[in-house]
Protein backbone atom coordinates (compact mmCIF):
# COMPACT_ATOMS: atom_id res chain seq x y z
CA UNK A 1 0.00 0.00 0.00
CA UNK A 2 1.31 3.39 -0.88
CA UNK A 3 1.60 6.08 1.82
CA UNK A 4 -1.04 8.41 1.70
CA UNK A 5 -0.42 10.73 4.84
CA UNK A 6 2.94 11.50 6.29
CA UNK A 7 3.59 13.86 9.61
CA UNK A 8 7.58 15.08 9.52
CA UNK A 9 8.51 16.80 13.12
CA UNK A 10 4.83 18.13 13.68
CA UNK A 11 4.87 20.59 16.74
CA UNK A 12 1.54 22.57 17.07
CA UNK A 13 1.34 25.36 20.01
CA UNK A 14 -0.91 27.54 21.24
CA UNK A 15 -1.63 30.17 23.53
CA UNK A 16 -4.68 29.99 25.94
CA UNK A 17 -4.34 33.39 27.89
CA UNK A 18 -0.98 33.91 28.67
CA UNK A 19 0.10 30.51 28.83
CA UNK A 20 1.52 28.94 25.64
CA UNK A 21 0.47 25.01 25.35
CA UNK A 22 2.27 23.20 23.43
CA UNK A 23 -0.18 20.40 22.16
CA UNK A 24 2.11 18.32 19.60
CA UNK A 25 5.93 17.17 20.41
CA UNK A 26 7.45 16.28 17.24
CA UNK A 27 5.18 13.83 15.56
CA UNK A 28 6.02 11.35 12.98
CA UNK A 29 3.91 8.90 11.10
CA UNK A 30 2.90 7.54 8.16
CA UNK A 31 -0.94 6.55 7.13
CA UNK A 32 -1.05 3.98 4.10
CA UNK A 33 -3.59 4.23 1.60
CA UNK A 34 -6.74 1.51 3.10
CA UNK A 35 -5.58 1.66 6.51
CA UNK A 36 -7.45 1.65 9.44
CA UNK A 37 -5.62 3.70 11.95
CA UNK A 38 -6.86 4.06 15.53
CA UNK A 39 -5.30 6.89 17.98
CA UNK A 40 -5.20 6.74 21.22
CA UNK A 41 -4.43 8.66 24.22
CA UNK A 42 -5.95 9.97 27.60
CA UNK A 43 -7.90 13.46 27.42
CA UNK A 44 -5.87 16.48 26.39
CA UNK A 45 -3.13 14.44 24.32
CA UNK A 46 -3.36 16.36 21.61
CA UNK A 47 -5.44 13.20 19.62
CA UNK A 48 -7.91 16.52 18.69
CA UNK A 49 -5.24 18.73 17.58
CA UNK A 50 -3.54 16.06 15.70
CA UNK A 51 -6.48 14.92 13.70
CA UNK A 52 -7.05 18.97 13.25
CA UNK A 53 -3.49 19.64 11.84
CA UNK A 54 -3.85 16.60 9.81
CA UNK A 55 -7.35 17.50 8.33
CA UNK A 56 -5.83 20.86 7.36
CA UNK A 57 -8.53 22.50 9.98
CA UNK A 58 -5.49 23.96 11.65
CA UNK A 59 -1.59 24.85 10.64
CA UNK A 60 1.00 23.22 12.57
CA UNK A 61 3.52 25.40 14.09
CA UNK A 62 6.70 23.19 13.38
CA UNK A 63 7.04 20.44 10.93
CA UNK A 64 4.63 19.35 8.06
CA UNK A 65 1.81 17.60 6.88
CA UNK A 66 2.20 15.45 3.36
CA UNK A 67 -0.76 14.15 1.82
CA UNK A 68 0.32 12.85 -1.59
CA UNK A 69 2.65 15.24 -3.09
CA UNK A 70 0.82 18.36 -0.91
CA UNK A 71 2.09 20.13 2.06
CA UNK A 72 -0.20 21.53 3.66
CA UNK A 73 2.34 23.44 6.17
CA UNK A 74 2.74 25.44 2.69
CA UNK A 75 -0.97 25.73 1.98
CA UNK A 76 -3.03 29.13 1.78
CA UNK A 77 -6.47 29.19 3.21
CA UNK A 78 -8.10 28.34 0.15
CA UNK A 79 -5.86 25.45 -0.71
CA UNK A 80 -6.80 24.42 2.94
CA UNK A 81 -10.45 24.37 2.08
CA UNK A 82 -10.03 22.93 -0.91
CA UNK A 83 -8.41 19.77 0.31
CA UNK A 84 -10.81 19.30 3.21
CA UNK A 85 -13.28 19.83 0.40
CA UNK A 86 -11.76 17.44 -2.24
CA UNK A 87 -9.74 14.84 -0.24
CA UNK A 88 -10.68 15.06 3.64
CA UNK A 89 -14.11 13.38 5.42
CA UNK A 90 -14.28 14.83 9.24
CA UNK A 91 -16.86 12.97 11.66
CA UNK A 92 -16.94 14.51 15.04
CA UNK A 93 -18.48 13.45 18.71
CA UNK A 94 -21.41 15.96 18.25
CA UNK A 95 -22.67 14.41 14.92
CA UNK A 96 -22.76 18.46 13.53
CA UNK A 97 -25.12 17.46 10.86
CA UNK A 98 -26.76 20.97 10.12
CA UNK A 99 -29.89 20.89 12.45
CA UNK A 100 -32.27 22.99 9.94
CA UNK A 101 -31.60 20.33 7.21
CA UNK A 102 -32.67 16.67 6.52
CA UNK A 103 -30.06 14.21 6.46
CA UNK A 104 -30.67 13.52 2.89
CA UNK A 105 -29.58 17.31 2.39
CA UNK A 106 -27.27 16.95 4.71
CA UNK A 107 -25.10 14.56 2.62
CA UNK A 108 -26.38 16.38 -0.39
CA UNK A 109 -24.66 19.54 1.42
CA UNK A 110 -21.50 17.80 0.97
CA UNK A 111 -21.97 16.70 -2.41
CA UNK A 112 -22.68 20.20 -3.61
CA UNK A 113 -19.25 21.62 -1.97
CA UNK A 114 -17.48 18.23 -3.70
CA UNK A 115 -19.20 19.58 -7.04
CA UNK A 116 -21.26 15.99 -7.59
CA UNK A 117 -24.58 16.58 -9.32
CA UNK A 118 -27.48 15.65 -8.27
CA UNK A 119 -28.35 12.43 -10.11
CA UNK A 120 -27.97 8.63 -9.03
CA UNK A 121 -25.01 7.74 -6.81
CA UNK A 122 -24.84 4.03 -6.83
CA UNK A 123 -21.90 3.77 -3.72
CA UNK A 124 -23.61 6.34 -2.31
CA UNK A 125 -26.89 4.23 -2.19
CA UNK A 126 -24.45 1.25 -1.42
CA UNK A 127 -22.99 3.48 2.06
CA UNK A 128 -26.68 4.32 2.61
CA UNK A 129 -27.54 0.54 2.72
CA UNK A 130 -24.61 -0.63 4.50
CA UNK A 131 -25.22 2.27 7.23
CA UNK A 132 -29.20 1.39 7.04
CA UNK A 133 -30.31 4.53 6.90
CA UNK A 134 -31.51 4.72 3.71
CA UNK A 135 -35.34 5.50 5.21
CA UNK A 136 -33.81 8.01 7.73
CA UNK A 137 -33.17 10.75 4.71
CA UNK A 138 -36.03 12.92 5.03
CA UNK A 139 -35.76 13.29 8.76
CA UNK A 140 -34.14 16.39 10.74
CA UNK A 141 -31.37 15.19 13.16
CA UNK A 142 -33.64 16.35 15.81
CA UNK A 143 -35.84 13.60 14.38
CA UNK A 144 -33.35 11.03 14.67
CA UNK A 145 -31.60 9.01 17.46
CA UNK A 146 -27.87 9.47 18.39
CA UNK A 147 -26.89 6.24 16.25
CA UNK A 148 -28.64 7.57 13.65
CA UNK A 149 -27.29 10.73 13.51
CA UNK A 150 -24.14 9.40 13.41
CA UNK A 151 -24.28 7.06 10.78
CA UNK A 152 -25.97 10.35 8.87
CA UNK A 153 -22.94 12.18 9.44
CA UNK A 154 -20.93 9.16 8.20
CA UNK A 155 -22.61 9.30 5.13
CA UNK A 156 -21.54 12.83 4.47
CA UNK A 157 -18.43 12.56 5.20
CA UNK A 158 -17.89 9.70 2.73
CA UNK A 159 -20.09 11.57 0.53
CA UNK A 160 -17.14 13.44 -1.51
CA UNK A 161 -15.30 10.30 -1.71
CA UNK A 162 -12.37 11.42 0.31
CA UNK A 163 -9.36 10.05 0.54
CA UNK A 164 -8.99 10.44 4.40
CA UNK A 165 -11.88 10.04 6.85
CA UNK A 166 -11.09 11.64 9.92
CA UNK A 167 -13.06 10.99 12.79
CA UNK A 168 -12.91 11.93 16.13
CA UNK A 169 -14.67 9.90 18.98
CA UNK A 170 -17.50 9.00 16.88
CA UNK A 171 -18.56 7.11 19.76
CA UNK A 172 -18.08 9.39 22.60
CA UNK A 173 -22.01 10.19 22.95
CA UNK A 174 -23.42 6.81 21.75
CA UNK A 175 -24.30 3.94 24.05
CA UNK A 176 -22.35 0.72 23.90
CA UNK A 177 -25.39 -0.77 20.89
CA UNK A 178 -24.93 1.98 18.65
CA UNK A 179 -21.10 2.72 19.30
CA UNK A 180 -20.74 -1.26 17.98
CA UNK A 181 -22.55 -0.53 15.13
CA UNK A 182 -20.81 2.76 14.62
CA UNK A 183 -17.33 0.77 14.75
CA UNK A 184 -18.49 -2.08 12.54
CA UNK A 185 -19.64 0.46 10.17
CA UNK A 186 -16.43 1.69 10.06
CA UNK A 187 -14.95 -1.47 9.30
CA UNK A 188 -16.88 -2.49 6.51
CA UNK A 189 -16.50 1.06 5.01
CA UNK A 190 -12.81 0.80 5.27
CA UNK A 191 -12.87 -3.21 3.61
CA UNK A 192 -15.59 -2.82 1.55
CA UNK A 193 -14.67 0.54 0.29
CA UNK A 194 -11.11 0.77 0.81
CA UNK A 195 -11.83 3.68 2.70
CA UNK A 196 -8.50 5.46 4.58
CA UNK A 197 -9.41 5.49 8.24
CA UNK A 198 -7.90 7.84 11.20
CA UNK A 199 -9.68 7.00 14.25
CA UNK A 200 -9.43 9.36 17.29
CA UNK A 201 -10.49 7.72 20.77
CA UNK A 202 -9.86 7.44 24.33
CA UNK A 203 -11.34 4.04 24.57
CA UNK A 204 -8.91 1.09 24.42
CA UNK A 205 -11.97 -1.23 23.73
CA UNK A 206 -11.90 0.09 19.85
CA UNK A 207 -9.13 -0.75 18.71
CA UNK A 208 -9.54 -3.83 17.83
CA UNK A 209 -11.39 -2.84 14.71
CA UNK A 210 -8.19 -0.52 13.52
CA UNK A 211 -4.85 -2.43 11.94
CA UNK A 212 -3.02 -0.04 13.82
CA UNK A 213 -2.93 1.77 17.23
CA UNK A 214 -0.69 4.86 17.50
CA UNK A 215 -0.42 5.81 21.51
CA UNK A 216 0.11 9.71 22.32
CA UNK A 217 0.44 11.10 25.38
CA UNK A 218 1.34 14.64 26.62
CA UNK A 219 1.67 15.64 22.47
CA UNK A 220 3.96 12.90 21.77
CA UNK A 221 3.24 9.78 19.84
CA UNK A 222 4.66 6.99 22.35
CA UNK A 223 4.10 3.93 20.08
CA UNK A 224 2.42 2.70 16.98
CA UNK A 225 1.68 -0.96 16.73
CA UNK A 226 -0.08 -3.45 14.09
CA UNK A 227 -3.51 -4.69 15.85
CA UNK A 228 -3.41 -8.46 15.80
CA UNK A 229 -6.88 -10.00 14.14
CA UNK A 230 -9.36 -10.40 16.80
CA UNK B 1 -28.39 23.37 -2.93
CA UNK B 2 -27.77 26.53 -1.38
CA UNK B 3 -31.55 27.34 -1.86
CA UNK B 4 -32.04 24.46 0.41
CA UNK B 5 -29.85 25.97 3.48
CA UNK B 6 -31.07 29.33 2.83
CA UNK B 7 -34.89 28.66 3.08
CA UNK B 8 -33.63 26.17 5.87
CA UNK B 9 -32.05 28.77 7.89
CA UNK B 10 -34.97 31.87 7.25
CA UNK B 11 -37.48 29.50 8.26
CA UNK B 12 -35.78 27.58 11.40
CA UNK B 13 -35.95 31.44 12.65
CA UNK B 14 -39.50 32.15 11.80
CA UNK B 15 -40.05 35.12 14.32
CA UNK B 16 -36.39 36.79 13.65
CA UNK B 17 -37.00 36.23 10.09
CA UNK B 18 -40.69 37.74 10.30
CA UNK B 19 -39.23 40.83 12.32
CA UNK B 20 -36.71 41.57 9.34
CA UNK B 21 -38.85 41.07 6.43
CA UNK B 22 -41.11 43.35 8.43
CA UNK B 23 -38.19 45.88 9.36
CA UNK B 24 -37.34 46.21 5.59
CA UNK B 25 -41.02 46.74 4.65
CA UNK B 26 -41.31 49.46 6.78
CA UNK B 27 -38.38 50.69 5.32
CA UNK B 28 -39.98 50.62 1.70
CA UNK B 29 -43.69 51.72 3.58
CA UNK B 30 -42.19 54.26 5.09
CA UNK B 31 -40.18 55.67 1.44
CA UNK B 32 -42.99 55.42 -0.49
CA UNK B 33 -45.70 56.64 1.81
CA UNK B 34 -43.56 60.05 2.20
CA UNK B 35 -42.12 60.68 -0.80
CA UNK B 36 -45.98 59.97 -2.28
CA UNK B 37 -47.71 61.89 -0.34
CA UNK B 38 -45.24 64.92 -0.10
CA UNK B 39 -45.37 63.96 -4.41
CA UNK B 40 -49.00 63.62 -4.45
CA UNK B 41 -49.43 67.10 -2.75
CA UNK B 42 -47.36 69.33 -4.69
CA UNK B 43 -48.66 67.63 -8.08
CA UNK B 44 -51.79 68.08 -6.77
CA UNK B 45 -51.44 71.75 -5.97
CA UNK B 46 -49.16 71.92 -9.50
CA UNK B 47 -51.83 70.67 -11.64
CA UNK B 48 -54.89 72.72 -9.46
CA UNK B 49 -52.73 76.06 -10.19
CA UNK B 50 -52.03 75.15 -13.26
CA UNK B 51 -55.54 73.84 -13.75
CA UNK B 52 -56.71 78.31 -13.03
CA UNK B 53 -56.08 78.67 -16.96
CA UNK B 54 -53.56 81.34 -16.41
CA UNK B 55 -50.40 82.34 -18.43
CA UNK B 56 -48.03 83.71 -16.33
CA UNK B 57 -48.37 84.20 -12.85
CA UNK B 58 -46.48 87.17 -11.36
CA UNK B 59 -45.15 87.14 -7.56
CA UNK B 60 -42.67 89.47 -5.40
CA UNK B 61 -39.03 88.81 -5.71
CA UNK B 62 -37.95 85.76 -3.58
CA UNK B 63 -41.51 84.34 -3.17
CA UNK B 64 -41.81 81.15 -3.14
CA UNK B 65 -43.30 78.49 -6.06
CA UNK B 66 -44.99 76.86 -3.10
CA UNK B 67 -48.40 79.41 -3.19
CA UNK B 68 -48.77 78.46 0.87
CA UNK B 69 -45.35 79.65 1.32
CA UNK B 70 -46.23 83.40 -0.17
CA UNK B 71 -46.78 86.39 1.97
CA UNK B 72 -49.11 89.03 0.95
CA UNK B 73 -46.68 91.73 -0.52
CA UNK B 74 -47.60 92.76 -3.70
CA UNK B 75 -49.75 95.97 -3.74
CA UNK B 76 -53.15 95.55 -5.62
CA UNK B 77 -51.82 98.61 -7.62
CA UNK B 78 -49.96 96.68 -9.71
CA UNK B 79 -52.99 95.21 -10.71
CA UNK B 80 -53.92 98.18 -12.85
CA UNK B 81 -49.86 98.08 -14.44
CA UNK B 82 -49.64 94.64 -15.24
CA UNK B 83 -53.15 95.14 -17.73
CA UNK B 84 -51.78 97.73 -19.27
CA UNK B 85 -49.13 96.02 -20.84
CA UNK B 86 -49.46 95.09 -24.45
CA UNK B 87 -50.30 91.52 -25.14
CA UNK B 88 -52.47 91.31 -21.52
CA UNK B 89 -56.13 90.38 -21.57
CA UNK B 90 -57.01 89.74 -17.71
CA UNK B 91 -55.19 90.21 -14.52
CA UNK B 92 -56.63 88.57 -11.60
CA UNK B 93 -55.23 89.47 -7.68
CA UNK B 94 -54.87 86.84 -5.54
CA UNK B 95 -54.46 86.89 -1.25
CA UNK B 96 -53.45 83.40 -0.34
CA UNK B 97 -54.05 82.26 3.27
CA UNK B 98 -53.34 79.03 5.13
CA UNK B 99 -56.09 77.30 6.92
CA UNK B 100 -54.75 74.76 9.31
CA UNK B 101 -57.74 73.92 11.70
CA UNK B 102 -58.41 70.64 9.58
CA UNK B 103 -55.09 69.91 7.60
CA UNK B 104 -53.29 72.42 5.28
CA UNK B 105 -55.56 73.97 3.20
CA UNK B 106 -54.16 76.74 0.62
CA UNK B 107 -57.35 79.40 0.58
CA UNK B 108 -57.72 81.91 -2.55
CA UNK B 109 -59.13 85.38 -1.83
CA UNK B 110 -59.99 86.06 -5.08
CA UNK B 111 -62.51 89.38 -6.84
CA UNK B 112 -64.44 89.20 -9.81
CA UNK B 113 -61.23 89.31 -12.07
CA UNK B 114 -60.81 85.58 -11.36
CA UNK B 115 -63.53 84.29 -13.40
CA UNK B 116 -61.84 86.44 -16.53
CA UNK B 117 -58.71 84.24 -16.13
CA UNK B 118 -60.39 80.76 -15.41
CA UNK B 119 -63.28 81.14 -17.28
CA UNK B 120 -65.62 80.74 -14.80
CA UNK B 121 -66.29 77.88 -11.90
CA UNK B 122 -68.55 74.85 -13.09
CA UNK B 123 -71.09 74.80 -10.46
CA UNK B 124 -72.28 71.88 -8.71
CA UNK B 125 -75.00 73.67 -6.39
CA UNK B 126 -75.22 77.40 -5.23
CA UNK B 127 -73.67 80.25 -6.89
CA UNK B 128 -71.23 82.69 -5.75
CA UNK B 129 -70.34 85.24 -3.02
CA UNK B 130 -73.06 86.90 -1.52
CA UNK B 131 -72.19 88.10 1.73
CA UNK B 132 -67.99 89.02 2.81
CA UNK B 133 -68.26 85.62 4.76
CA UNK B 134 -69.21 83.21 2.24
CA UNK B 135 -66.86 80.54 1.03
CA UNK B 136 -67.10 79.22 -2.07
CA UNK B 137 -65.39 75.15 -2.03
CA UNK B 138 -64.37 72.97 -4.02
CA UNK B 139 -66.43 68.95 -4.61
CA UNK B 140 -63.73 67.04 -3.39
CA UNK B 141 -63.30 69.34 -0.12
CA UNK B 142 -66.58 69.48 -0.08
CA UNK B 143 -67.18 65.43 -0.17
CA UNK B 144 -64.13 64.88 2.20
CA UNK B 145 -66.24 67.43 5.12
CA UNK B 146 -69.31 66.34 4.17
CA UNK B 147 -70.28 70.27 3.99
CA UNK B 148 -73.23 71.05 1.82
CA UNK B 149 -74.59 74.62 0.89
CA UNK B 150 -75.57 76.53 3.90
CA UNK B 151 -73.15 74.91 6.49
CA UNK B 152 -71.43 77.16 8.35
CA UNK B 153 -67.73 75.49 8.94
CA UNK B 154 -65.35 77.71 10.71
CA UNK B 155 -62.87 78.90 8.99
CA UNK B 156 -59.08 80.81 10.34
CA UNK B 157 -61.22 80.95 13.37
CA UNK B 158 -64.57 82.99 11.30
CA UNK B 159 -67.58 81.29 11.14
CA UNK B 160 -68.22 81.44 7.02
CA UNK B 161 -71.32 80.10 4.84
CA UNK B 162 -70.90 78.01 2.13
CA UNK B 163 -72.87 79.50 -0.53
CA UNK B 164 -71.56 77.23 -3.47
CA UNK B 165 -69.73 73.95 -4.15
CA UNK B 166 -67.78 73.93 -7.49
CA UNK B 167 -65.79 71.63 -9.83
CA UNK B 168 -62.02 71.02 -8.54
CA UNK B 169 -58.67 71.81 -9.81
CA UNK B 170 -58.85 75.70 -10.29
CA UNK B 171 -56.12 76.84 -7.89
CA UNK B 172 -57.43 76.33 -4.50
CA UNK B 173 -60.21 74.34 -3.00
CA UNK B 174 -61.80 76.89 -0.98
CA UNK B 175 -62.57 80.47 -2.33
CA UNK B 176 -63.81 83.74 0.28
CA UNK B 177 -64.09 87.36 -1.33
CA UNK B 178 -61.09 89.12 -1.61
CA UNK B 179 -61.87 91.88 0.48
CA UNK B 180 -62.86 89.69 3.32
CA UNK B 181 -59.09 88.29 2.85
CA UNK B 182 -57.38 91.78 3.08
CA UNK B 183 -59.42 92.47 6.52
CA UNK B 184 -58.74 89.19 8.23
CA UNK B 185 -54.80 89.27 7.77
CA UNK B 186 -55.31 93.62 8.04
CA UNK B 187 -53.04 93.62 4.42
CA UNK B 188 -55.78 95.94 3.02
CA UNK B 189 -54.34 96.53 -0.76
CA UNK B 190 -52.01 93.98 -0.98
CA UNK B 191 -52.42 90.49 -2.38
CA UNK B 192 -50.00 87.07 -2.70
CA UNK B 193 -50.33 87.02 -6.50
CA UNK B 194 -51.53 88.16 -10.12
CA UNK B 195 -52.58 85.47 -12.49
CA UNK B 196 -52.33 86.83 -15.86
CA UNK B 197 -54.01 85.43 -18.56
CA UNK B 198 -52.48 86.47 -22.39
CA UNK B 199 -54.62 87.48 -25.41
CA UNK B 200 -52.24 85.06 -27.23
CA UNK B 201 -50.35 82.56 -25.38
CA UNK B 202 -48.27 82.25 -28.09
CA UNK B 203 -46.39 85.55 -27.24
CA UNK B 204 -45.64 84.31 -23.72
CA UNK B 205 -41.99 85.71 -23.76
CA UNK B 206 -42.33 88.70 -25.18
CA UNK B 207 -45.33 89.59 -22.78
CA UNK B 208 -43.10 88.24 -20.10
CA UNK B 209 -39.71 89.80 -21.41
CA UNK B 210 -42.68 93.62 -21.25
CA UNK B 211 -43.17 92.47 -17.58
CA UNK B 212 -39.73 91.93 -16.68
CA UNK B 213 -38.64 95.54 -18.08
CA UNK B 214 -41.55 97.56 -15.86
CA UNK B 215 -40.70 95.12 -12.63
CA UNK B 216 -37.52 94.01 -13.24
CA UNK B 217 -37.40 92.87 -9.70
CA UNK B 218 -40.33 90.82 -9.70
CA UNK B 219 -41.08 87.32 -10.45
CA UNK B 220 -42.50 86.05 -13.51
CA UNK B 221 -43.34 82.64 -14.69
CA UNK B 222 -45.26 81.15 -17.11
CA UNK B 223 -47.43 78.35 -15.89
CA UNK B 224 -47.31 75.62 -18.42
CA UNK B 225 -44.23 74.90 -16.67
CA UNK B 226 -45.65 75.17 -13.25
CA UNK B 227 -46.63 71.43 -12.26
CA UNK B 228 -43.95 69.90 -13.76
CA UNK B 229 -41.49 72.38 -12.08
CA UNK B 230 -43.07 71.49 -8.47
CA UNK B 231 -42.56 67.54 -9.57
CA UNK B 232 -38.98 68.78 -10.52
CA UNK B 233 -35.80 69.34 -8.56
CA UNK B 234 -36.22 72.76 -7.69
CA UNK B 235 -38.41 72.13 -4.86
CA UNK B 236 -34.98 72.34 -2.99
CA UNK B 237 -36.77 72.20 0.22
CA UNK B 238 -38.84 69.24 -0.37
CA UNK B 239 -35.97 67.61 -1.88
CA UNK B 240 -34.23 67.88 1.16
CA UNK B 241 -36.87 66.72 3.24
CA UNK B 242 -37.39 63.22 0.94
CA UNK B 243 -33.72 62.75 1.32
CA UNK B 244 -33.59 62.98 4.96
CA UNK B 245 -36.70 60.63 5.08
CA UNK B 246 -34.85 58.14 2.94
CA UNK B 247 -31.61 58.46 4.67
CA UNK B 248 -33.58 57.68 8.12
CA UNK B 249 -35.44 54.76 6.40
CA UNK B 250 -32.26 53.41 5.16
CA UNK B 251 -30.78 53.39 8.56
CA UNK B 252 -33.02 51.70 10.28
CA UNK B 253 -32.85 48.48 7.16
CA UNK B 254 -29.42 48.63 7.37
CA UNK B 255 -29.33 48.46 11.77
CA UNK B 256 -32.11 46.15 11.15
CA UNK B 257 -30.21 43.85 8.76
CA UNK B 258 -27.45 44.15 10.74
CA UNK B 259 -28.62 42.84 14.03
CA UNK B 260 -30.44 40.18 12.33
CA UNK B 261 -27.45 38.74 10.31
CA UNK B 262 -25.30 39.19 13.38
CA UNK B 263 -27.46 37.32 15.89
CA UNK B 264 -27.80 34.64 12.86
CA UNK B 265 -24.12 34.51 12.17
CA UNK B 266 -23.63 34.15 16.38
CA UNK B 267 -26.25 31.84 16.69
CA UNK B 268 -24.91 29.54 13.32
CA UNK B 269 -21.30 29.62 14.41
CA UNK B 270 -21.34 25.94 14.66
CA UNK B 271 -23.18 25.67 11.42
CA UNK B 272 -20.41 27.50 9.69
CA UNK B 273 -17.72 25.61 11.45
CA UNK B 274 -19.48 22.74 9.94
CA UNK B 275 -19.81 23.68 6.19
CA UNK B 276 -16.10 25.04 6.71
CA UNK B 277 -15.18 21.93 7.57
CA UNK B 278 -16.76 20.15 4.85
CA UNK B 279 -14.47 22.43 3.06
CA UNK B 280 -17.24 25.04 2.14
CA UNK B 281 -14.89 28.43 1.43
CA UNK B 282 -15.29 31.74 2.59
CA UNK B 283 -17.12 32.90 -0.60
CA UNK B 284 -20.04 30.12 -0.05
CA UNK B 285 -20.02 31.34 3.29
CA UNK B 286 -20.57 35.11 2.34
CA UNK B 287 -22.73 34.15 -0.19
CA UNK B 288 -25.03 32.48 1.91
CA UNK B 289 -25.33 35.35 4.26
CA UNK B 290 -26.21 37.31 1.26
CA UNK B 291 -28.65 35.22 -0.19
CA UNK B 292 -30.35 34.70 3.43
CA UNK B 293 -30.22 39.24 3.03
CA UNK B 294 -31.85 39.31 -0.04
CA UNK B 295 -34.70 36.88 0.15
CA UNK B 296 -35.88 39.13 3.40
CA UNK B 297 -35.31 42.14 1.42
CA UNK B 298 -36.83 40.75 -1.58
CA UNK B 299 -39.68 39.34 0.27
CA UNK B 300 -39.95 42.86 2.79
CA UNK B 301 -40.13 45.08 -0.64
CA UNK B 302 -42.82 43.02 -1.78
CA UNK B 303 -44.79 43.21 1.69
CA UNK B 304 -43.74 47.26 1.51
CA UNK B 305 -44.76 47.98 -1.62
CA UNK B 306 -48.27 46.46 -1.23
CA UNK B 307 -48.20 48.33 2.16
CA UNK B 308 -47.54 51.22 0.37
CA UNK B 309 -50.33 50.96 -2.42
CA UNK B 310 -53.48 49.51 0.47
CA UNK B 311 -52.13 53.08 2.69
CA UNK B 312 -52.03 55.20 -0.19
CA UNK B 313 -55.57 53.86 -1.17
CA UNK B 314 -56.67 53.91 2.50
CA UNK B 315 -55.30 57.92 2.53
CA UNK B 316 -56.62 58.84 -0.27
CA UNK B 317 -60.41 57.06 0.55
CA UNK B 318 -60.31 58.75 4.10
CA UNK B 319 -58.89 62.14 2.86
CA UNK B 320 -60.19 62.94 -0.34
CA UNK B 321 -57.90 65.86 -0.43
CA UNK B 322 -54.58 64.00 0.03
CA UNK B 323 -53.25 62.51 -3.25
CA UNK B 324 -50.51 59.78 -2.63
CA UNK B 325 -48.44 59.41 -5.70
CA UNK B 326 -46.71 56.51 -5.56
CA UNK B 327 -44.75 56.31 -9.19
CA UNK B 328 -42.89 53.40 -10.71
CA UNK B 329 -39.39 54.93 -10.42
CA UNK B 330 -39.62 55.46 -6.77
CA UNK B 331 -40.65 51.91 -6.29
CA UNK B 332 -37.79 51.03 -8.20
CA UNK B 333 -35.81 53.04 -6.08
CA UNK B 334 -37.58 51.85 -2.55
CA UNK B 335 -36.88 48.62 -3.88
CA UNK B 336 -32.90 49.20 -4.72
CA UNK B 337 -32.35 51.05 -1.57
CA UNK B 338 -33.77 48.52 0.55
CA UNK B 339 -31.50 45.81 -1.46
CA UNK B 340 -28.42 48.36 -0.56
CA UNK B 341 -29.14 48.33 3.12
CA UNK B 342 -29.71 44.96 3.38
CA UNK B 343 -26.02 44.63 1.34
CA UNK B 344 -24.54 47.36 4.08
CA UNK B 345 -25.94 45.36 6.71
CA UNK B 346 -25.49 41.81 6.05
CA UNK B 347 -22.03 43.14 5.10
CA UNK B 348 -19.90 42.79 8.42
CA UNK B 349 -21.96 39.91 9.56
CA UNK B 350 -21.30 37.89 6.42
CA UNK B 351 -17.48 38.95 6.44
CA UNK B 352 -17.04 37.83 10.03
CA UNK B 353 -18.92 34.73 9.75
CA UNK B 354 -16.27 33.63 7.00
CA UNK B 355 -13.42 34.21 9.01
CA UNK B 356 -14.44 32.34 11.73
CA UNK B 357 -12.05 29.59 12.52
CA UNK B 358 -13.25 26.24 11.80
CA UNK B 359 -12.06 24.38 14.53
CA UNK B 360 -13.41 27.19 16.99
CA UNK B 361 -16.53 27.49 15.54
CA UNK B 362 -16.89 23.94 15.68
CA UNK B 363 -16.18 24.03 19.41
CA UNK B 364 -18.31 27.05 19.79
CA UNK B 365 -21.52 26.52 22.42
Known sequence: MANLLE?????????????????????????????????????????????????????????????????????????????????????????????????????????????????????????????????????????LSGGEQQRVAIARAVAGRPSILLADEPTGNLDSKNSLIVMNMFRELNRQFGQTIILITHNAELVPYADRVIEMRDGSIVSQNAVAEG | MKSKIVRAGLSARPVRTSVSILAVALEVTLILTIVGLTNGITTEMGKRTEGVGADIMFQSPNSSLLLA????????????????????????????????????????????????????????????FTAPYDVIVDDIYARSKNIHVGDEPEILNHKFRVVGIVEHGKGARLYIPLATAHEMTGAANRVSLFYVKLNNPNQLDDVMKRMNDAFPTYRTFPMKDYAKLMMGSNKTALDAFI???????????????????????????????????????????????????????????????????????????????????ITLGWIAKSALLALFSGFIGSLYPSLKAAAQDPVDALAYE
Open chain 2, 69 to 128: LSNSTLPIAFGDKLREIEGVKAVAPIQLQVNSSAGLEVIYGIDSTFDEITGGFTWYKGGS
Open chain 2, 243 to 325: QTVVFISVCVGVLVIFLSMYTTITERTREIGILRSMGGSKQFIVSLIFQETAVVCLLGIFIGILASLAIAHAVTAIFPTLLVL
Open chain 1, 7 to 143: AIHLGKKYKLGKMEIEALRDINLTIREGEFVAVVGPSGCGKSTLLHVLGGMSRPTLGKVLIGDQNLSEMTDRQLTELRRNRIGFVFQRFNLLPTLTGGDNIEVARHLHGVGNGPDRRGNEILELLMIRNKMAHKPSE
